[in-house]
């Protein structure tokens, strides 16, 4: 089946823990994101990677990181440095359809928690 | 100003009726839109998108774009209990590197049997 997977889907971090969430796609789509939703809110763009190994930095980048070595796989890491990590994290993948125009398509999610 | 507005309701229908949820945008150079419904807890599931004026019809939903007044509506007939969710509306923002989704914060949308 194709699709886009997420793990866990639900993460603990402890206070000053580095935290990596999962996100493996095999619908060979070029690009992924990462999106973080709050309660009552949209979603809000992390990271983007249109090919692999390059990526930019989204409306709300500060105290994540993440790599694209392979164009299935588009991991992120909430480090210590986001000091509200708690919320809704969403993975997505897309092809171009038409020029900039991207469909995007969305993983299960990974709800992340502050013990 | 908000790039990609919606009511954030909730909006209740009886079943059967017809659900009529907006959406407004700001960049007038936006050329793709699309809409998302979202159950409780759960990721967003593409519904429908357009990219040019008109209505575009799917079974029970209509997508309708107005560039103009720059306005998205999902009109979805015959609404079901199972249609009550968050519905969000993306808008295709243009950048130097490209294009990229803006969400709206969504519409909840609920439907009373």
């Known amino acids: 089946d194709g699709g886009i997977t997420q793990s866990p889907k639900y993460l603990f971090r402890k206070e000053g823990q580095n935290v990596t969430l999962s996100c493996e796609q095999n619908?060979?789509?070029?690009?992924m994101y990462w999106y973080r939703q709050d309660p009552g809110q949209g979603l809000r763009l992390i990271y983007y990677?249109?090919?692999?190994?390059?990526?930019q930095k989204g409306d709300i980048a500060e105290g994540y990181s993440v790599s694209r070595e392979k164009k299935e796989s588009f991991p992120l890491t909430v480090t210590s440095a986001q000091k509200n990590p708690t919320a809704f994290y969403l993975c997505?993948?897309?092809?171009?359809?038409?020029?900039?125009?991207?469909?995007?398509?969305f993983g299960p999610g990974t709800r992340l928690l502050v013990l | 100003q908000k790039e990609v507005e919606q009511n954030s309701g909730p909006l209740s229908v009886p079943e059967g009726a017809i659900a009529s949820l907006n959406c407004t945008y700001s960049?007038?150079?936006?050329?793709?839109f699309f809409w998302y419904r979202q159950y409780s807890g759960k990721s967003p599931e593409l519904i429908m998108f357009?990219?040019?004026?008109g209505d575009k019809e799917d079974g029970r939903f209509t997508a309708q774009l107005n560039k103009a007044s720059q306005y998205v509506s999902l009109l979805i007939r015959d609404s079901q209990p199972s249609d009550s969710a968050t519905y969000l509306c993306?808008?295709?923002?243009?950048?130097?590197?490209?294009?990229?989704?803006?969400f709206g914060q969504g519409t909840e949308l609920s439907v009373k049997p």
């Open positions: 997505a993948s897309s092809i171009r359809d038409r020029g900039l125009e991207e469909t995007q398509y």
């Open positions: 619908l060979n789509h070029d690009a």
């Open positions: 990677s249109q090919i692999v190994n390059d990526f």
């Open positions: 960049d007038r150079g936006s050329q793709s």
């Open positions: 357009i990219y040019s004026n």
């Open positions: 993306a808008v295709t923002v243009i950048y130097n590197q490209g294009g990229k989704l803006i």
